[in-house]
């Protein structure tokens, strides 16, 4: 009797590791996850208050009769396609986080051409509210990219801990997968420059 009870204990003692291992994993790893949706959740937040102010900026815009359409219509259509592109935080594959980067960059792209624009118009540049619309997009433009860094360093946790051995022979069990991260565009390690000098000539 005693000779199988040594085996016994050290079976149980095995399973009994192993299935605190792979709990302690799941829970870490969901918690991880959870923290990196979040923090896309507060990427997609900044971009969203970016949106707004850039709806209360064309308005603005708008009142001076003689400012370039084109230039106004381009900004409403980048804007229409950079609110058109969601990702599910659960979601976020590197081909869906490429097509939302690309919709935002046709954005900023847009709104510097307009704010470049708006140089040729005093009373526009003398306007209380756009010159406030163009603080508060500043301010955003930071925001957007402490988002970024932030959501990057908690996919960057997550995914080391899914990919470490032996985490990693769990992580396929469990269906833990790689989170793509946010990339710099090509040349634009900077925000967009929207806070212009409006006294320099």
Do not use: C
Not at 7 to 28: D, H, K, Q, R, S
Request: aromatic share 10%; proline share 3%; net charge positive.
């Amino acid at each position: 009797m005693k000779k199988w009870l040594i085996p016994l204990i050290i079976i149980v003692a095995i399973v009994f590791g192993i299935y605190n291992w792979a709990v302690g994993f799941n829970n870490t790893a969901v918690e991880y996850q959870e923290n990196a949706k979040t923090a896309w959740s507060n990427v997609e937040s900044s971009y969203q208050r970016r949106n707004d102010l850039i709806g209360n900026l064309v308005k603005t815009v708008q009142g001076a009769a003689d400012f370039e359409k084109s230039t106004l219509k381009e900004v409403i259509e980048a804007r229409a396609k950079a609110t058109s592109v969601n990702i599910n935080a659960g979601d976020l594959t590197p081909e869906k986080m490429a097509q939302f980067q690309q919709a935002q960059t046709g954005l900023s792209g847009a709104l510097s051409k307009l704010l470049v624009s708006v140089e040729r118009y005093p009373d526009i540049k003398a306007n209380k509210n756009f010159l406030e619309l163009q603080s508060q997009l500043e301010g955003t433009e930071n925001r957007i990219n402490v988002a970024r860094d932030r959501f990057n360093s908690e996919v960057n946790i997550y995914n080391k801990h899914i990919k470490k051995f032996p985490n990693s022979v769990l992580a396929g069990i469990f269906n833990f997968s790689d989170m793509a991260r946010y990339k710099a565009d090509p040349g634009a390690e900077k925000a967009p420059n929207v806070n212009f000098d409006f006294n320099k000539k």
